[in-house]
């Protein structure tokens, strides 16, 4: 069997773009090419492998039960992302197994692999997916009916990969299952770096959640049409853009980014006749996560009405602060010989069920400290140490409570 990295080898040629990244997408082609890759590897170990109700993948080592340990991450990325953030979660997994068995470890509990559907919310804007409609916080109506850029549901899209659409939802049994969850991840950022460390635990992760707001006007032409006759929602937009940074500078350690932007009908000479502007804002706490989103949206409101346009605001998905389990975090840390434990910006599905079961997350040293875009990195023995920890928090695990 192979190690991390070799087993991101063997996938990197899925999904590549012409920006140098990755675009693999919940349910597509490139993404369900993964989830082969991932089913052919687990079987290869003798794990048994399923597929839940939402489209996540299960290997479990063992008779699926309860009280069980389970590890993973997702195998989507963003639009463009990097080859690890992800993937080097799920290949850990099964670089640890493969270690577990080479070191003759014997389970006393149920072990599993979990790869989850469209974590990164790349195709149809809900970050966390499988793991929201796994843990019911995500209503199954409204799930079905998400729409990606070419208009397909995500009922369709399920439907093509033979994951029913009308079984979506809540799983309390699949759920029930879990006795402790442990993701590993690629650093996003450089504390591992300044600290001089390989590998990290994650201590929280910062309340944040995506809005669109959907700016109206009037579409007309742009060399016919007055400066002053004119009702452009692009400006609004333009001025949504900078009250985001404004608004996020003002709260220490907030951020907020506008990273998606589409005028309709998106003609060079046309003035749109509406433009949708996506927003991410995220700070430590619910309190002033919510305070920067309503700074921006009062902004927009303001210059929309200042252009004659309007502005609708829509909640996507919100996420409050996660602390991860203080007694499980420390627990590994001993484990792991006093592994230092890191806050994270970043979203994960480990942070969805952090709010039902014992949750903890490993993090592998990142040199660019950049993700989601090509530069993203971990060198080969940051990997293999990852996947060393990784082995060792399944072993320990696995032989006692979480």
């Not at 140098?20 to 003798?46: K, N, Q, V």
């Amino acid at each position: 069997m192979s190690g991390a990295t070799s087993l991101l080898d063997a996938i990197a040629g899925v999904g590549t773009d012409r920006r140098g990244g990755y675009s693999r997408h919940g349910f597509d082609r490139a993404e369900a090419e993964l989830r082969e890759w991932f089913t052919a590897e687990a079987t290869a170990r003798g794990l048994d492998v399923h597929t839940d109700r939402n489209g996540n993948l299960w290997a479990w080592w063992g008779e699926p039960g309860p009280d069980a340990v389970v590890t993973g991450s997702h195998l989507d990325s963003v639009p463009g992302g990097g080859a690890f953030d992800g993937p080097l979660g799920v290949a850990s997994a099964l670089a640890a197994v493969d270690l577990l068995r080479a070191e003759g470890f014997t389970r006393s509990r149920p072990l599993a692999v979990a790869v989850f559907a469209e974590e990164e919310g790349g195709r149809f804007g809900v970050p966390c997916l499988g793991s929201r409609l796994l843990a019911g916080t995500l209503d199954a109506d409204t799930a079905r009916t998400l729409r990606d850029t070419d208009g397909v549901t995500l009922a369709e899209a399920v439907k093509a990969r033979g994951v029913a659409p009308e079984h979506l939802g809540s799983d309390p049994e699949t759920l029930g299952r879990i006795g402790c969850f442990v993701e590993l991840h690629v650093e996003q950022g450089r504390g591992l770096v300044d600290l001089g460390t390989p590998v990290g635990l994650a201590s929280s992760i910062l309340a944040h959640g995506r809005w669109r707001l959907s700016f109206s006007g009037e579409g007309n032409h742009a060399g016919a049409t007055a400066l002053a006759d004119r009702r452009d929602p692009m400006l609004p937009a333009a001025s949504l853009v900078l009250a985001a940074r404004r608004a996020a500078a003002s709260v220490p350690g907030a951020r907020a980014t506008v990273g998606r932007l589409v005028p309709t009908p998106g003609g060079t000479n046309v003035i749109p006749s509406t433009v949708d502007v996506w927003l991410d804002a995220r700070a430590s706490g619910d309190g002033e996560t919510r305070h920067v989103v309503a700074e921006i949206t009062e902004a927009a409101r303001e210059a929309a009405e200042a252009e004659g346009c309007t502005v609708a605001v829509r909640e996507e998905s919100y996420t409050g602060t996660v602390t991860f389990d203080s007694t499980l975090r420390d627990e590994l840390a001993g484990v792991l010989g006093g592994a230092p434990a890191l806050a994270t910006g970043a979203g994960h599905d480990a942070g969805v069920l952090a709010h039902h079961v014992p949750t903890a997350m490993l993090f592998v040293r990142n040199p660019t400290g950049v993700s989601h875009a090509p530069a993203e990195h971990a060198e080969a023995d940051d990997c293999e140490a990852g996947v060393a920890a990784l082995a060792r928090v399944l072993a320990h695990l696995a032989g006692a409570p979480c």
